[in-house]
């Protein structure tokens, strides 16, 4: 194998992800490692820990050779619309070998069998899974249920986890588009993706933030070249959910006063009708955390409320999705930072690729209906974190149009 792609956040790039990279390197042969990155706003549809160009920088710093952008209705959706969004990217490049990815369980033969299932959907998979949802299941619980229930409780517990989660959403994805990606597991070197406390060489990027925010030392837990990195960041607040408040309240407010025959709010991705009535009944005023606290229930859970909220501040609708699984995801792939070690290679994956990479941003003018839009929500996210950022920092970030791509 010589390109090995990472898909990751790096939210922010800790020991962990070094481990993955240098695996790649040294165990995989890797000549080259391409991360697909999130942008500004994490999967949780929370805002990172640092912009974009600072934490691709920092992958850089960590042994990763090219940086690209997962776009934004990608990096914020499902894992179903996360994983679909950036193998298909990976697929287009056409340079990649191998995807490496972390799990809690290395278990091939069970996320072999669970893909299987989800990428063909066999008739007693739709029954079942139809059944549970007619029952009031959320699809992702009804999914679960349904895969249970076909090939036994040896698989309960273990497709549930999160990195378990994403690994079966790539391995669907690389079968769904007959991918000659190799996808190659790794199991996590710390105490699972939700551990909020530190321990060892390696922690979680939850535990590091959390510690992060209670001003305790990690220094142990990210590499020192990638600190140095973060350096600024950390001298400030860091990005909080709840500076998200003020943008979601417009639109709440906007609704309700102006009455919901004029409202859009209906159209956001992955709004249900439950939601949208919850939403509706939401006393005011109120913060973040009592928004989320209010429209969570058991069906609903905090991500899947926090996803939402934000699609519904950046206008993402349920269409902009079914355009980008009816018309192939994206025409571009957005260039965030290169080690000019591996200048040679990103011509050789531009000349390959069957998508624009777009390294001068300024000059990028999307040509299909999708490209168009992706770019536009693409955009709309870097204004709102750069707002929310300097409300809190008084840090003035760069636009997209004239940030410029990090290079070492």
């Given at each position: 194998?010589?390109?090995?792609?990472?898909?990751?956040?790096?939210?922010?790039?800790?020991?962990?992800?070094?481990?993955?990279?240098?695996?790649?390197?040294?165990?995989?042969?890797?000549?080259?490692?391409?991360?697909?990155?999130?942008?500004?706003?994490?999967?949780?549809?929370?805002p990172a820990l640092a912009d974009k160009?600072?934490?691709?920088?920092?992958?850089?710093?960590?042994?990763?050779?090219?940086?690209?952008?997962?776009?934004?209705?990608?990096?914020?959706?499902?894992?179903?619309?996360?994983?679909?969004?950036?193998?298909?990217?990976?697929?287009?490049?056409?340079?990649?070998?191998?995807?490496?990815?972390?799990?809690?369980?290395?278990?091939?033969?069970?996320?072999?069998?669970?893909?299987?299932?989800?990428?063909?959907?066999?008739?007693?998979?739709?029954?079942?899974?139809?059944?549970?949802?007619?029952?009031?299941?959320?699809?992702?619980?009804?999914?679960?249920?349904?895969?249970?229930?076909?090939?036994?409780?040896?698989?309960?517990?273990?497709?549930?986890?999160?990195?378990?989660?994403?690994?079966?959403?790539?391995?669907?994805?690389?079968?769904?588009?007959?991918?000659?990606?190799?996808?190659?597991?790794?199991?996590?070197?710390?105490?699972?993706?939700?551990?909020?406390?530190?321990?060892?060489?390696?922690?979680?990027?939850?535990?590091?933030?959390?510690?992060?925010?209670?001003?305790?030392?990690?220094?142990?837990?990210?590499?020192?070249?990638?600190?140095?990195?973060?350096?600024?960041?950390?001298?400030?607040?860091?990005?909080?959910?709840?500076?998200?408040?003020?943008?979601?309240?417009?639109?709440?407010?906007?609704?309700?006063?102006?009455?919901?025959?004029?409202?859009?709010?209906?159209?956001?991705?992955?709004?249900?009708?439950?939601?949208?009535?919850?939403?509706?009944?939401?006393?005011?005023?109120?913060?973040?955390v009592e928004i989320t606290d209010y429209?969570?229930?058991?069906?609903?859970?905090?991500?899947?409320?926090?996803?939402?909220?934000?699609?519904?501040?950046?206008?993402?609708?349920?269409?902009?999705?079914?355009?980008?699984?009816?018309?192939?995801?994206?025409?571009?792939?957005?260039?965030?930072?290169?080690?000019?070690?591996?200048?040679?290679?990103?011509?050789?994956?531009?000349?390959?690729?069957?998508?624009?990479?777009?390294?001068?941003?300024?000059?990028?003018?999307?040509?299909?209906?999708?490209?168009?839009?992706?770019?536009?929500?693409?955009?709309?996210?870097?204004?709102?974190?750069?707002?929310?950022?300097?409300?809190?920092?008084?840090?003035?970030?760069?636009?997209?149009?004239?940030?410029?791509?990090?290079?070492?």
């Amino acid at each position: 194998m010589s390109n090995i792609a990472i898909i990751a956040e790096y939210n922010p790039f800790h020991n962990g992800h070094k481990y993955l990279v240098d695996y790649a390197k040294e165990v995989l042969c890797a000549d080259t490692v391409t991360a697909l990155m999130s942008g500004n706003f994490m999967q949780r549809g929370t805002p990172a820990l640092a912009d974009k160009y600072t934490r691709a920088e920092a992958a850089l710093r960590g042994g990763v050779s090219i940086v690209f952008e997962l776009p934004v209705l990608y990096a914020t959706g499902s894992a179903r619309d996360f994983a679909a969004g950036a193998v298909s990217i990976l697929d287009k490049l056409n340079s990649v070998d191998g995807l490496i990815f972390g799990v809690e369980d290395e278990r091939m033969d069970i996320f072999d069998k669970v893909s299987e299932i989800l990428a063909y959907e066999p008739s007693e998979y739709k029954i079942l899974l139809n059944n549970y949802l007619e029952k009031g299941y959320s699809y992702p619980l009804a999914s679960e249920k349904a895969i249970v229930k076909m090939l036994g409780n040896e698989v309960d517990g273990i497709i549930s986890k999160p990195n378990n989660i994403l690994a079966i959403s790539y391995i669907t994805a690389l079968k769904k588009n007959n991918s000659k990606i190799m996808p190659v597991m790794l199991k996590r070197m710390d105490e699972g993706y939700h551990s909020s406390s530190l321990s060892g060489n390696y922690s979680s990027a939850t535990a590091i933030r959390k510690a992060l925010s209670d001003s305790e030392d990690v220094r142990n837990f990210i590499p020192k070249a990638c600190m140095e990195v973060y350096a600024d960041y950390l001298k400030k607040p860091l990005p909080d959910a709840d500076w998200l408040t003020p943008f979601i309240m417009s639109r709440i407010i906007y609704d309700r006063n102006l009455g919901s025959e004029i409202s859009f709010l209906h159209t956001t991705l992955d709004m249900t009708p439950e939601l949208l009535n919850r939403l509706r009944k939401l006393p005011l005023p109120v913060k973040y955390v009592e928004i989320t606290d209010y429209l969570k229930t058991k069906n609903l859970t905090m991500t899947r409320v926090s996803r939402v909220l934000l699609h519904m501040v950046l206008g993402i609708t349920d269409a902009d999705r079914t355009r980008a699984y009816e018309e192939g995801f994206s025409e571009y792939v957005n260039l965030l930072a290169l080690d000019k070690k591996y200048s040679t290679q990103l011509k050789a994956i531009t000349d390959a690729s069957d998508l624009t990479v777009i390294n001068k941003k300024s000059e990028f003018k999307p040509e299909t209906d999708l490209g168009k839009r992706m770019w536009q929500i693409d955009r709309l996210a870097s204004d709102l974190y750069n707002q929310i950022i300097y409300d809190n920092t008084d840090v003035r970030l760069r636009s997209e149009k004239s940030s410029q791509v990090r290079t070492i």
